[in-house]
């Protein structure tokens, strides 16, 4: 079936050319008439036609510039122009616009059918061409999520990738040489930052992966993992290896979108962490670990690494199982857990034929020092070049094993209280470095955003992270501010209403007074003739 609009401002040439049309197409064609340039345009809008004969001269708008209009959101359009002015300027145009044929009034039958043929076949060519590309693509549909998903698992699992990863780089055509990942976690219900039914969630994701890659891929320009249980791994490649603070609250916005998005689509709930920017290749795997990280540090929807207060990851490498379970449970802040590996690991140490005192005393105060530069890098200890320097004298006042082993528990402990309460205690720094910025510059025009920028926290996870602290929203607090300010001014009769009215960040005098009263159950002026 071939569509075709017939354009011409006389009746007598438009039956015409429809029943040349008709008479040798039959119904292999579906046929529109127009006598306006202004209606071609309309119905080249509501019927995109695959074969256009336009004439030059209508009322409104002239052929040529209807063509121009079609074109503008129909590219695909073959015309033909007909004419009763044998013009060069029109055929020239006409040829500039991509128009198959210039035919000049009268136009005889056997013209018409020919070219009419000849536009046919050129729809057909365009058809065929479409439908291979079609099946390429659909081809590479197929291929495609296994390329990604076969790079990203390699990028967390091979330690020797580095020497097949230019291979995909190529496959998946992929110039840039940073990139950072975000973990999607989905389950049925959230139950204190948690997502239930992680198996019964998994076994689900088959179904509806295609959709979640083409929703993912349809907010940023990533690669799509595998799915990992209740977790699937995006990649994201970017060009530069730092992120801006406006480009990470970018990032944090459009993964928000996401969700939404992910959410009204599929039957799941959904949270992603983000990890930081990091060179394409192995510290792929940092980038990672830090979004997981995230997910386990915040019960946001949404939360990126470096809103998480001073949250840094340590990639280390450990020589024994015992002894990396014992940095792990430390790490995990799990008191319990890390002692009883260390009560382990020390007894391995005193167990071990020709071990000295010295022996165990260098062991036990690197296990420390490592445990502690680890706890470090995660954000939980502070300390400075000499902070240990009384470790050594006290290791060697221990006076037996025994009490060599307490000292190492004791330590060992204190660094698993550290991890446990850091996370609160910056928590609070953060929103107390807020409150001073509020209430040094609540008399100016300023904003969530300007305060999160201040903190250094995306707006989202600070706006959460201020009312979880202070019991009141961004807006509350910064009101009760300015309104303390106003209350207090109000007792100094040399300020008038308005002076007041700005000193106390608001610009609108009539708002001022809305806001005054609404907290404070009168306007500023009756509230000055009650203080007399």
């Known amino acids: 079936m071939y569509r075709i609009l017939l354009a011409d401002d006389e009746g007598i040439m438009l039956e015409s050319l429809k029943n040349i049309i008709v008479t040798n197409f039959g119904n292999e064609c579906e046929i529109h008439c127009a006598k306006t340039g202004r209606t071609v345009v309309e119905l080249a809008q509501a019927y995109p036609p695959d074969i256009c004969f336009m004439d030059i001269q209508m009322p409104g708008f002239s052929g040529i510039k209807a063509i121009r209009e079609i074109q503008k959101f129909n590219q695909s ?34 013209v018409i059918i020919e070219t009419c043929t000849k536009a046919m076949e050129r729809v057909d060519e365009a058809r065929r061409k479409r439908s291979d590309d079609l099946r390429i693509r659909e081809k590479l549909e197929t291929v495609v999520p296994m390329i990604e998903s076969g790079y990203i698992n390699n990028l967390l699992l091979q330690e020797d990738f580095q020497t097949y990863q230019e291979h995909y780089r190529q496959l998946l055509d992929i110039e840039q040489e940073y990139g950072f990942m975000i973990v999607a976690e989905f389950g049925d219900t959230e139950e204190d930052g948690v997502l239930t039914n992680a198996v019964g969630a998994s076994v689900r994701a088959s179904r509806f992966y295609s959709t979640f890659r083409e929703i993912c891929q349809g907010f940023f320009d990533c690669l799509v993992g595998p799915i990992m249980g209740n977790r699937i791994v995006l990649l994201v490649p970017c060009e530069q290896e730092n992120t801006e603070y406006e480009e990470r609250v970018e990032i944090v916005t459009r993964t928000r979108n996401l969700v939404h998005k992910l959410e009204s689509r599929i039957d799941s709930r ?24 995230a997910l386990r540090e915040s019960d946001s929807h949404v939360v990126h690494i470096e809103d998480i207060p001073l949250v840094q990851k340590y990639d280390g490498e450990y020589p024994q199982d015992l002894e990396q379970c014992y940095f792990q449970r430390a790490l995990a802040k799990d008191p319990a857990g890390a002692v009883n590996c260390g009560e382990q690991f020390f007894a391995w140490m005193v167990s071990q034929k020709g071990a000295r005192r010295e022996d165990l005393e260098v062991k036990v105060l690197e296990l420390v020092v490592e445990i502690e530069k680890k706890a470090f890098f995660a954000g939980a200890v502070k300390y400075g070049f000499r902070y240990r320097g009384n470790y050594i004298r006290e290791i060697q006042s221990c006076r037996d094993y025994q009490e060599l082993k307490e000292w190492f528990l004791r330590k060992t402990r204190e660094v698993c209280q550290n991890m446990e309460t850091a996370k609160e205690k910056e928590a609070v720094t953060v929103v107390e470095r807020a409150k001073e910025y509020i209430n040094e510059n609540f008399h100016k025009d300023i904003s969530l955003d300007d305060v999160s920028k201040v903190v250094d926290i995306s707006p989202y996870y600070f706006s959460k992270l201020f009312k979880q602290e202070t019991g009141k929203n961004f807006i509350e607090y910064l009101t009760e501010v300015r309104l303390r300010n106003a209350r207090k001014l109000l007792r100094n009769q040399q300020y008038s209403i308005k002076e007041i009215c700005v000193r106390s960040g608001y610009s609108d005098p009539n708002y001022f007074s809305r806001i005054f009263k609404k907290y404070e159950g009168v306007t500023p002026s009756e509230f000055r003739e009650r203080l007399g």
């Open 270 to 293: 959904f949270r992603c962490g983000i990890g930081r920017v990091r060179a394409l290749g192995s510290a792929m795997k940092q980038s990672y670990a830090e979004a997981v990280q």
């Open 77 to 110: 359009v073959i015309f033909v122009v007909i004419t009763a002015y044998d013009k060069f300027n029109y055929a020239k145009e006409a040829v500039n616009l991509g128009v198959m044929e210039f035919l000049t009034k009268p136009v005889n039958k056997k």
